[in-house]
Each structure stands twice: as C-alpha cells, then as structure tokens.
C-alpha cells in the first residue's frame, strides 16, 4: 500500500512539486522561473555596472549580462554614461546559455527591434521621430534612434548650414524619408518638419503683406542671382538688378549672410508663395538728386569708373555714371580713350544731355575750361585732379616743340658731328611736307595719318585743318548714340 502511494506523481496544487533525491517532495525551482527563449525581449532592472559590462536581473535563475558593445549604437561609450544601478531597461536574449552557463543580453538590439516598429508606423503616417545627434559625419548627421539614422547636410535646415557640429548632442524631429529593412538604412529629413511647420506661418506673412510694403528681415544666403531674406517664416529674393543703384558684380560685395536688412516688397506671387524684394529702394535714388541739381550744361566732377574702346563711363555721384563719347574726350583726334583718360581718374565734366527716362547721361571732357574742382551735389568730398591728358612724348615734348638747332647743339654735346650735318636735310625735308599739306587738302586727298603724327609742328601750327579731321560734337555723339554699344547701355543703366 505504501508502495503504492510513493510510485504515484506528487500531487500538483497551487505549488509545483518534484520527487527529491530521498524521495521527498520538493518545491520545483525550475518551473517557478518564467520561460525564456532566444529573440525574446525580456523586461529587467540593473543590479551591477561594470567597466565592461552591465548585470541585469530579469527575475531568472540566473542575472544576464550585457556587454559593453551591446549597450548602445554608439561606438566606445562608458557603461556608466548609458545605465546606472537600479534603472530598469528592456534587453534582448542573445544566448539562453553560454558556455560558461550565464544568460547574455543585448540592450541595443531591443532598441532596435523596438524602434524599428516606430520607425516603420512614423514613415507610413507621415509622422515626424526624435533622436539625438551621436556623430557628425561627412555629409551629414548619425541620429541615435535605437536605429542609426542618417540625416543629410542639405536636409537638416531649410537653408543650408555651415558648421554640423553645433548639432551634436541635440535632440532633432525628423520624418523618415528612406527606410530599408534589410540594409538597417534609415534615412531622415528635418526640414521637412520645418517647412510643415512654417506653412501656416508663411501663409500668414503672404496674407499680411502687400507690394511697396518695407520690411526688416535677415540675410538668410547668398547666391551668384542674389540674396534670400528670411521674414521670420519664409525666403523672400532680392535679385542681384536690386541690389543697389550702382552695378554690382556680385551680391557678397554688398551683403553678408546672418546681415539684418530693410527691404522693400516689390512683386508677390501668392500662387507659387514667392515674394520679391528690393534694397535699392529703401535708399536714395542717386538720379533723383542729378535731375533736382544739375542742369544740361553744368561742369560736375567725377571719377573715370571704366575705359571702353568707345569712350569712358565717369561715375558723378555714388550709382550715377554718364558717357563720355570718345570725340568728347580732347580737341585733338583720340585713337585710343586710354591715351587720354584711365580708370580711377579724377575729372571735371561737361553735362551734355541728362535723359531722367532712361537714365543717362552724356558728358564732355574737351568742353571743360580749367582744372578748378567744382561742388559736389551730394556734398562728398571732392575726388577732382588734374585730367592727365598723357600725350606722347615724342608728338607733345614737355619743353615744347622740337627744334632743329636744339638737336644740332645737343648731337655737338655729344661729340657727334655727323648727326649734325645730317640735320639740315632733316629740316627741309621737314618744310617740303608742311608745304604739301594744304596742297593735298585743297585737292581733296586724305593727309596721311602717321605722316601728321610724324610732324607734330605743322600739326600745332595748323589747327583749323585739325578741327577739320574732327566731326562736329553732336555729330558724333548722335551717331554714337545711334550705334549704341550693349556695354554703354549696361553702364549707364546701373
């Protein structure tokens, strides 16, 4: 009978129980811990930290350890920066059973199981995830989400940013762009959580706004076309043309990124949510100040801006240049403008013709009388020198015209009676030429060009035949005018 009842299974109520070794029943240890299988992710509280790895109790036979290099995505961390002793964390069973017997577990793998279920609802909802900034890459930003996530240098901010590291360790919202399961790839956007969130803004700026408005905002970047303005919600364009009244080569010349600006609003197109802008307006117009002070024969001064094959462009006031055709610029014939005048000259200039319309000027330099500076309109300080006229030594000496006997008397200086003797033949040869001049003019032949330069004193004792080689002044500048040359209207329309 006792045989009987010791062969029989122990009886299982609301404890489990197992045979002993002496044939007792004793509570069953094994089955009170919960099942744990590999894959699994498991819910546990830090009891210990090491320098190389973490103990976790999950309420199992034995505590699991986590290694250092499954605590986190990021790369050589200090345990104690990631957990501390009685935090609770979740884990991933690596191993049930190592061969040592101990329970290995992996902290970052769960992370990444659970936040790749995050990752995969946000990107089909559209909805923005948050992750802190662990690495500055090239090209961009790593962003600790339990996944690495890659953030692009372009997409981190709605205008482009120059230095990534002021991003470290912040927290970013970002909507997931790209998401590839197989290669752990996560790719993210910032800026398209900001541009959502500046839609309604901009709406309310495009809605409050209306051109001739003038409006401060800040230099968000610049481009070769121009300069982008931020208005506290959105871009508006200020295009290189309005920039300034004078000609601009390039807009860093007159802004700098991060520059706080007022500008004027010229054009909105509220279907497409542009706005543009101008600076120029907000200044004076320098035209307006030529039209209200000078009058068509008034002598100003100025500063040759730019030497061009058909004349010179002198800059009278800040953004106001006018043209001095080339016959405008000596009494004498001029081949070249730059053997009269060179950029960064300072003249006096005769006003020829204002044309407020078109914003134009003309001007004369042989008109001038004097080298007298004259006022300046907008009351800077004077820029005049003396026109150098640079005429050639050789054709216009300095000690004035070149005489047969002071060539004798320096070539008997020297010792050179041979050059002496020659000189005479020189000198008749010299009067037979000046003779045949009016000749060829009276019988309507064309004086040789090089000949009139190679005797500069029938030159200087002819001056009617001179004036006679020139086209009167209007003349030439009507066909200038006539024959206007694409850089002369780029000039004088800064």
């Not at 010791?6 to 109520?13: A, D, I, L, R, V």
């Not at 990021?74 to 002793?85: G, H, K, T």
Request: hydrophobic share 40%; glycine share 8%.
């Amino acid at each position: 009978m006792v045989n009987d009842t010791m062969e029989k299974p122990p009886t299982t109520e609301e404890g489990v129980w197992v045979t002993g070794p002496d044939g007792e029943l004793v509570p069953d240890y094994e089955a009170s811990f919960p099942e744990i299988n590999e894959g699994e992710v498991v819910h546990g509280t830090v009891v210990r930290v090491d320098k190389d790895e973490v103990l976790v109790d999950i309420g199992y036979k034995s505590e699991g350890v986590i290694p250092v290099a499954e605590l986190t995505i990021r790369r050589s961390v200090n345990p104690a920066d990631e957990v501390a002793v009685g935090e609770e964390i979740d884990a991933l069973v690596l191993t049930k059973e190592d061969a040592e017997g101990r329970l290995i577990l992996s902290k970052k793998r769960a992370r990444f199981e659970l936040a790749w279920k995050k990752i995969e609802a946000a990107s089909e909802s559209g909805e923005p995830v948050a992750g802190k900034v662990i690495e500055v890459v090239k090209g961009g930003l790593i962003l600790d989400l339990g996944v690495r996530g890659f953030l692009p240098a372009s997409l981190v901010d709605i205008r482009r940013v120059q230095d990534l590291d002021e991003f470290l360790g912040r927290e970013l919202r970002c909507k997931v762009i790209e998401l590839n399961r197989s290669r752990n790839n996560v790719v993210l956007s910032r800026r398209a959580v900001l541009e959502d969130e500046r839609k309604e803004m901009r709406q309310a700026i495009l809605d409050r706004l209306s051109p001739g408005d003038v409006i401060e905002g800040q230099i968000s970047n610049i481009v070769d076309f121009g300069a982008f303005v931020d208005l506290d919600g959105m871009d508006g364009l200020i295009h290189i043309s309005e920039l300034s009244w004078s000609h601009v080569n390039h807009p860093s010349e007159v802004l700098d990124i991060g520059q706080t600006v007022k500008v004027k609003v010229l054009d909105i197109d509220r279907e497409r949510q542009r706005i543009s802008l101008g600076l120029k307006q907000t200044q004076t117009d320098p035209w307006q100040q030529v039209v209200e002070s000078y009058r068509e024969g008034d002598v100003v001064e100025g500063r040759v801006a730019k030497v061009v094959t058909f004349g010179a462009f002198v800059e009278i006031l800040p953004g106001v240049e006018g043209l001095v055709h080339i016959s405008e610029l000596a009494a004498h014939h001029v081949e070249n403008p730059r053997e009269v005048v060179s950029q960064g000259e300072g003249v006096n200039v005769r006003i020829l013709e204002i044309d407020g319309d078109r914003r134009r000027l003309s001007l004369s330099l042989k008109r001038v009388e004097g080298d007298q500076p004259v006022p300046r309109a907008d009351g800077a300080e004077s820029v005049h020198t003396t026109p150098d006229l640079k005429l050639s030594e050789e054709a216009f000496p300095a000690g004035g015209p070149v005489t047969v006997e002071a060539d004798a008397e320096e070539a008997d200086e020297a010792g050179a009676p041979e050059a002496v003797a020659e000189q005479p033949e020189a000198e008749a040869e010299a009067e037979a030429m000046v003779e045949e001049t009016p000749a060829a003019e009276e019988a309507g032949e064309e004086v040789d060009e090089p000949a009139e330069q190679e005797q500069p004193a029938a030159v200087e004792g002819d001056e009617p035949a001179a004036e006679a080689e020139q086209p009167p002044a209007e003349a030439v500048a009507d066909a200038g005018e006539a024959s206007e040359q694409p850089d002369e209207a780029e000039r004088t329309e800064p």
